[in-house]
């Protein structure tokens, strides 16, 4: 039998699929900003902070990108609230997103400083600069410049793998995908129109971060 396609739902279910974009949207926006400060800081301290700070910080970052988000997702959500830890749905994935992006943007990041020409850090030193002040003020924006594509990849990754939040209930787009469908047994439209609507968030949020980009790192004239 010939199958008839039917999206005579999207009238009764589109604040559901509204609610799940914004969702989604909240958690991309969440987790880019507070993530890749994360990832600033552990860049700094495994390229240039503290020595004693060094192992744990690459012991963080090794165990999240060695091990599947979905688990960091259920440990967060399922085994954090064992230790007295209890937090929402919601709270759970930022706080995941956050943590798995922290990860990988500070790979990217640590690679950005390290094609810092080195009378970079001379100068700093030359000025009286600590550290922390010359990778502030001299080393950050440069290193940002130089891996600012890759990092938008990354940030565009993370969001679409959030659609696993929908495993601990979290009311994203997957989860309204996974909704509308128990409701009206529409599987292909409900996962089609869901997909589109992904295809257009990740568009649009490359062109935002490509946007950021140019107003952050502004073309010097003549170059």
């Known amino acids: 039998m ?11 279910y589109w604040p559901v ?3 799940g974009i914004l969702v989604t949207v909240q958690l991309i926006a969440v987790g880019a900003v507070a993530g890749t400060a994360l990832g600033i800081a552990c860049a700094w ?16 970052v090794e165990l999240i990108r060695n091990t599947p988000f979905l688990i960091q997702l259920f440990f967060i959500f399922f085994g954090l ?7 929402s749905e919601l709270q759970a994935a930022n706080l995941a997103m956050i943590i798995n992006l922290g990860a990988y943007s500070c790979e990217i990041i640590r690679a950005g400083i390290q094609a810092a020409p080195r009378g970079q850090f001379e100068a ?5 600069m600590t550290p922390f002040e010359t990778f502030r003020h001299i080393i950050l924006v440069p290193s940002l410049q130089r891996i600012w594509p890759a990092l938008c990849s990354q940030v565009i990754i993370v969001m679409l793998g959030s659609s696993v939040v929908s495993q601990i209930a979290a009311e994203d787009l997957t989860f309204a995908a996974n909704f509308i469908q128990s409701r009206t047994f529409r599987a292909f ?3 089609f129109v869901s997909t589109a609507i992904y295809l257009v968030l990740a568009i649009l949020l490359r062109q935002v971060l ?6 952050i790192f502004p073309r010097r004239s003549g170059r």
Request: glycine share 8%; aromatic share 16%.
């Open 189 to 191: 439209e409900a996962y």
């Open 17 to 19: 699929l509204l609610k």
């Open 45 to 60: 301290v495994r390229s240039l902070g503290p020595k004693w700070l060094r192992p744990p910080v690459t012991a963080y």
């Open 2 to 12: 010939k199958y008839m396609f039917d999206y005579a739902w999207l009238a009764q």
């Open 124 to 128: 700093g030193a030359s000025l009286a």
């Open 210 to 215: 490509i946007a950021a980009g140019s107003f």
């Open 81 to 87: 609230p064992s230790l007295g830890l209890q937090m």
